[in-house]
Nanobody, 117 residues
């Protein structure tokens, strides 16, 4: 049974940092394209960043230079390091795992990130 469990969300002040984790199980983690998405209040879910072919990582323009995605295949975990957080980064952050770049894949339950003073 595939499971993706996000953690690390919470309340942070503008300019602060958070690191989200996504622990995966039930599939061969190292062979999957992992990624992070988010859905802000009243907005559609959008891509934050994800692994693409060749082990590269694609980032959405709005997070370039602030967020970093990494993975530890030994721990079956993907991370999202978020720095210089802004109020507009407030959203539920979701982990996604897909076997091919165009597959829908699997989703976690999400973790809430709130950026507010």
């Amino acid at each position: 049974q595939v499971q993706l469990v996000e953690s690390g969300g919470g309340l942070v002040q503008p300019g602060g940092s958070l690191r989200l984790s996504c622990a995966a199980s039930g599939f061969t983690f190292s062979t999957y394209y992992m990624g992070w998405y988010r859905q802000g209040p009243g907005k559609q879910r959008e891509l934050v960043g994800r692994f693409i072919a060749g082990g590269l990582i694609y980032y959405a323009d709005f997070v370039k230079g602030r967020f970093t995605i990494s993975r530890d295949n030994a721990k079956n975990t993907v991370y999202l390091q978020m720095n210089s957080l802004k109020p507009e980064d407030t959203a539920v952050y979701y982990c996604n795992a897909r076997l091919t770049p165009t597959a829908v894949g699997y989703w976690g339950q999400g973790t809430q990130v709130t950026v507010s003073s």
